[in-house]
């Protein structure tokens, strides 16, 4: 069984700037422990409190947020606005799967509660 990251936590989705992979009211697993890489869905926040779950793009001195639904514009944050990487997406769980679990989740093959989030307690 591979290792589960101990701070992973939920994040209930607010719109449909993913969609329509990840729709609002989903649930998503996000894992600070775990790499991330250019392409992978992740939350991140920059120095002015901005948040955001979205496609990243990793260069040297930015980041490049690309949402599935192209109703959102692409956001490139720079090294200027000090952007963060909370963690990336391990998990997505559709609303009304997600709607079973009001506060806590248990994750397949584990018995460890995940904390549930919104994206303004990141």
Not at 30 to 35: D, F, K, T
Request: glycine fraction near 6%; avoid cysteine; proline fraction near 7%.
């Amino acid at each position: 069984m591979e290792e589960q990251d101990p701070d992973a936590f939920l994040l209930r989705v607010e719109d449909d700037r993913m969609a329509p992979e990840i729709k609002k009211g989903d649930l998503l697993l996000i894992a600070p422990n775990e790499g991330v890489e250019s392409g992978d869905i992740a939350a991140v926040v920059n120095e002015k409190d901005e948040k955001e779950v979205t496609r990243i793009t990793i260069r040297k001195d930015e980041i490049i947020l690309t949402p599935d639904n192209p109703a959102y514009p692409t956001i490139v944050w720079e090294a200027k606005d000090k952007p963060k990487i909370i963690g990336g997406l391990r998990k997505s769980l559709e609303g009304d799967e997600g709607e079973k679990y009001p506060f806590f989740l248990r994750v397949h093959r584990t018995n460890r509660p995940y904390r549930l989030w919104t994206i303004e307690h990141i």
